[in-house]
C-alpha cells in the first residue's frame, strides 16, 4: 500500500543509485519467465529482496548491504511493486540503458497484471488533482514568486520540502535572495535605449538572455517528462540548460530532447571517487555532444537539511510500516534492521555517497584536463581566494554559488562574494568566465550581477517550480518573465546591452546598518 503522502522520497534515491552504478550500456532481455505476485512477496528480507518495477520483477539483494541510505528504504519495498515511486523519479529508458541484465528475475504474469487494478487514490493525491484544477490560467503569471505559489500547491508537501528548504536554520537560504536589497542601482539618463538587446556570449555560445537554467536533481518529481521540458523550453528560447548527473533524464535523453542539434547542454558533474566511473560518466557526455563540464566543489558532504528530513516524519503509512515490522521480526538475525529509525540524509544525501570527498587543486583539475577536452567549470565557488585559485589552475569558469543555501550554513550570499571578488581582485573576471546562481527571482537581481562583472545567471528553484505547475509552457513563461524584466530594467538603468553595464551603476548600501 502506498503511503497517504506518497511513495517515500529517499526510496527514489535507492532507484537511482541502483540503477546508476552500473555502466552505461544497452542491454537486451531474452527468455523472460513468468512471476507472480505471491513469488515475488516470499522474497521480502535482505537475504532475499525482489521488487516490482512496470510489471517486470528485479533481485536487489546483492544491492541490500551496500545501499548508502541504509537497508531500511530498500526492505520497505521488499516483495512489494514499486512502480509508482520509480515512474516519479525515472524515465523507463534508464532500466534499459543502465541495469543488469543478470537482475531481472521475470515479468507478472498476465493475469497478475489485470487483477492488480488501479491504486486508490490518497489524501494527498487527491489534494493535488483538486489544486490543479484550480491553479490559474499561465498567463495570470506575473513574475516568478507568483508561479512558485502555485507549485507549492500542485506537488506533494514532502516535495515541495525537499525543493525549498535550506540548510539548518535557512539563515544562508534566506539572504541569498535578501542580499539583493542591499545593492541599489546608480540609473543613467539621456541615453539611446528604445533598442535593448539582453543577448550575450556564454563560452563561445550565443545565448537569447544572460541566464542560464542551472542543474537540479530528480526532475520527474516536477513533471513526468521531467528535465526534458527544460532541454525544450530552453531551446525555443535560446538560452543553456546545465543537466545536473542526478537528473531523471538521462544525458542521451536531454541531448535528443533538443530543438536542434546546435543547442548548447552543459553537464554537471558529481564525481564518484572511483575515477574509472567518473570518466565514464565524463566521457559518455562529451560522446554525446555535451558542450561545458560543471564540477560540483561544494558538496564533499551533504548539508544539514533539516526542512527535508522533518517531512519523512509527514503521515507515515501504518501498513508498510507494519509489514516492515512482521518482516524485522521474521528475519534472521543477519537480515535485521539494524539502522537508526531517522533517515539523516533526507531526499538526496545518498545521492552523494561514494562521491569524491578528497579532490584538490593539485590533483582533481589536472585529473579533469587528462580525461576531457570539454571547457571546465568549477560549481561553488564560496570566497574571493578560491576564485584567485580557480584561474591559476587555469578552468574556463567558476560559478559563484553556496549550493541555493542548502550546504554550509552562514556562508555568503552569492551576490555579496561577487561584489568582493570585484574590489579585491578585478583580475580574475578577465583571465576566466564568472557565473553566479543563489536567489534570484527578478530581472533587477540578474541586472546587478552583470554590473558586478558576473558573464551570466544560473536560476535552479524557478525551472523546477514551472515545470510543476504549467510543464514546458511554464518554463518558457518564466523565461519570458525574467526577459521582459530585464528589458524594461536595462533601459530606466540607461543600458541598451550588456557591454554597457558597469560596476559604478551599483552601489552597496547597508539600510539596515544606518537606521
Known amino acids: 500500500m502506498i503511503s497517504a503522502e506518497g511513495p517515500s522520497i529517499p526510496f527514489r534515491v535507492f532507484l537511482f543509485h541502483f540503477l546508476w552504478i552500473y555502466t552505461l550500456k544497452v542491454h537486451q532481455w531474452s527468455m523472460i519467465k513468468t512471476v507472480t505476485r505471491k513469488d515475488v512477496s516470499d522474497h521480502r528480507t535482505a537475504s532475499s529482496c525482489w521488487i516490482i518495477i512496470q510489471n517486470r520483477v528485479y533481485d536487489v539483494t546483492s544491492f541490500v548491504p551496500h545501499h548508502p541510505g541504509g537497508r531500511k528504504l530498500i526492505l520497505n519495498y521488499a516483495g512489494r511493486d514499486a512502480t509508482k515511486a520509480f515512474e516519479e523519479v525515472h524515465s523507463s529508458l534508464v532500466l534499459q540503458e543502465t541495469l543488469q541484465a543478470d537482475a531481472l528475475v521475470g515479468e507478472l504474469a498476465v493475469e497478475e497484471i489485470s487483477r492488480a487494478g488501479t491504486a486508490e487514490q490518497s489524501i494527498e493525491d487527491l489534494r493535488i488533482e483538486t489544486e490543479g484544477r484550480r491553479k490559474p490560467p499561465l498567463n495570470q503569471m506575473l513574475n516568478l514568486r507568483d508561479i512558485e505559489r502555485v507549485a507549492e500547491n500542485v506537488v506533494s508537501r514532502k516535495t515541495f520540502a525537499f525543493w525549498s528548504g535550506g540548510s539548518e536554520d535557512e539563515i544562508t537560504l534566506q539572504q541569498n535572495?535578501?542580499?539583493?536589497?542591499?545593492?541599489?542601482?546608480?540609473?543613467?539618463?539621456?541615453?539611446?535605449?528604445?533598442?535593448?538587446?539582453?543577448?550575450?556570449?556564454?563560452?563561445?555560445?550565443?545565448?537569447?538572455?544572460?541566464?542560464?537554467?542551472?542543474?537540479?536533481?530528480?526532475?520527474?518529481?516536477?513533471?513526468?517528462?521531467?528535465?526534458?521540458?527544460?532541454?525544450?523550453?530552453?531551446?525555443?528560447?535560446?538560452?543553456?540548460?546545465?543537466?545536473?548527473?542526478?537528473?531523471?533524464?538521462?544525458?542521451?535523453?536531454?541531448?535528443?530532447?533538443?530543438?536542434?542539434?546546435?543547442?548548447?547542454?552543459?553537464?554537471?558533474?558529481?564525481?564518484?571517487?572511483?575515477?574509472?566511473?567518473?570518466?565514464?560518466?565524463?566521457?559518455?557526455?562529451?560522446?554525446?555532444?555535451?558542450?561545458?563540464?560543471?564540477?560540483?566543489?561544494?558538496?564533499?558532504?551533504?548539508?544539514?537539511?533539516?526542512?527535508?528530513?522533518?517531512?519523512?516524519?509527514?503521515?507515515?503509512?501504518?501498513?508498510?510500516?507494519?509489514?516492515?515490522?512482521?518482516?524485522?521480526?521474521?528475519?534472521?538475525?543477519?537480515?535485521?534492521?539494524?539502522?537508526?529509525?531517522?533517515?539523516?540524509?533526507?531526499?538526496?544525501?545518498?545521492?552523494?555517497?561514494?562521491?569524491?570527498?578528497?579532490?584538490?587543486?593539485?590533483?582533481?583539475?589536472?585529473?579533469?584536463?587528462?580525461?576531457?577536452?570539454?571547457?571546465?567549470?568549477?560549481?561553488?565557488?564560496?570566497?574571493?581566494?578560491?576564485?584567485?585559485?580557480?584561474?591559476?589552475?587555469?578552468?574556463?569558469?567558476?560559478?559563484?554559488?553556496?549550493?541555493?543555501?542548502?550546504?554550509?550554513?552562514?556562508?555568503?550570499?552569492?551576490?555579496?562574494?561577487?561584489?568582493?571578488?570585484?574590489?579585491?581582485?578585478?583580475?580574475?573576471?578577465?583571465?576566466?568566465?564568472?557565473?553566479?546562481?543563489?536567489?534570484?527571482?527578478?530581472?533587477?537581481?540578474?541586472?546587478?550581477?552583470?554590473c558586478l562583472g558576473a558573464r551570466a545567471v544560473g536560476l535552479g528553484r524557478p525551472f523546477l517550480y514551472a515545470n510543476a505547475a504549467y510543464g514546458e509552457n511554464g518554463i518558457v513563461k518564466t523565461i519570458r518573465i525574467l526577459e521582459r524584466e530585464l528589458i524594461t530594467d536595462m533601459r530606466l538603468l540607461g543600458a541598451s546591452c550588456i557591454s554597457d553595464l558597469r560596476p559604478e551603476m551599483v552601489e552597496r548600501v547597508d539600510v539596515l546598518a544606518q537606521l
Open 177 to 450: 535572495s535578501k542580499a539583493f536589497s542591499r545593492f541599489f542601482f546608480v540609473p543613467r539618463v539621456l541615453r539611446r535605449i528604445q533598442h535593448c538587446d539582453p543577448s550575450t556570449i556564454i563560452l563561445g555560445y550565443h545565448s537569447s538572455l544572460p541566464v542560464y537554467a542551472s542543474a537540479t536533481s530528480l526532475g520527474k518529481l516536477a513533471h513526468p517528462k521531467a528535465e526534458t521540458n527544460i532541454t525544450r523550453a530552453c531551446g525555443r528560447l535560446g538560452i543553456i540548460q546545465m543537466s545536473s548527473t542526478h537528473a531523471s533524464s538521462s544525458p542521451s535523453e536531454l541531448i535528443s530532447s533538443r530543438i536542434d542539434s546546435s543547442q548548447p547542454l552543459w553537464f554537471q558533474l558529481y564525481k564518484k571517487a572511483d575515477n574509472q566511473v567518473a570518466a565514464t560518466l565524463i566521457r559518455h557526455a562529451e560522446n554525446l555532444g555535451v558542450k561545458a563540464l560543471c564540477l560540483t566543489v561544494d558538496a564533499a558532504s551533504h548539508g544539514n537539511r533539516e526542512r527535508d528530513l522533518r517531512a519523512q516524519f509527514i503521515s507515515e503509512d501504518d501498513e508498510v510500516r507494519k509489514e516492515v515490522e512482521e518482516m524485522e521480526e521474521s528475519s534472521a538475525k543477519e537480515d535485521m534492521i539494524d539502522d537508526e529509525d531517522v533517515n539523516h540524509d533526507g531526499t538526496s544525501g545518498a545521492l552523494l555517497k561514494g562521491d569524491d570527498a578528497d579532490m584538490t587543486w593539485e590533483e582533481t583539475i589536472p585529473w579533469l584536463r587528462s580525461v576531457t577536452k570539454m571547457p571546465i567549470i568549477l560549481k561553488g565557488i564560496q570566497c574571493v581566494e578560491d576564485a584567485v585559485l580557480a584561474a591559476e589552475s587555469g578552468v574556463d569558469g567558476i560559478i559563484i554559488s553556496n549550493h541555493g543555501g542548502r550546504q554550509m550554513e552562514y556562508s555568503l550570499p552569492s551576490i555579496e562574494v561577487l561584489n568582493l571578488l570585484r574590489k579585491q581582485r578585478p583580475d580574475v573576471f578577465q583571465r576566466l568566465e564568472v557565473y553566479v546562481d543563489g536567489g534570484f527571482r527578478r530581472g533587477t537581481d540578474v541586472l546587478k550581477a552583470l
